[in-house]
Nanobody
């Protein structure tokens, strides 16, 4: 019911910034909370950030809190992840996902994008 496509990944030096975008299909996008997750080689997919359907509530993993900002523009059906002060340990494939709940848990997200690679060099 919801199709998500991430973009904006790439190679960036440590300390730099990158902005990821997640474009969603449909007019009902604002009904869904959205999260960003990431997965590095050999590691499980982990929660990064979440935002409520209307954008009024957000939360972050401790590892990115203060450096990343999640936002959404429901008029454009787009969710963003602004990443600053990037570290090599931020290197991962980043996924956006949509949920009926404002959640940190992977199994509560119904729809997932294909992912976009973020590589942070030292």
């Amino acid at each position: 019911q919801v199709h998500l496509v991430e973009s904006g990944g790439g190679l960036v030096q440590a300390g730099g910034s990158l902005r990821l975008s997640c474009a969603a299909s449909g007019r009902a996008f604002s009904r869904y909370a959205t999260g960003w997750f990431r997965q590095a080689p050999g590691k499980e997919r982990e929660f990064v950030a979440r935002i409520s359907g209307g954008g009024g509530r957000t939360s972050y993993a401790d590892s990115v809190n203060g450096r990343f900002t999640i936002s959404r523009d429901n008029a454009d059906n787009t969710v963003y992840l602004q990443m600053s002060s990037l570290k090599p340990e931020d290197t991962a494939v980043y996924y956006c996902a949509a949920s009926n709940y404002y959640s940190r848990q992977r199994d509560e997200y119904l729809y997932w994008g294909q992912g976009t690679q973020v590589t942070v060099s030292s």
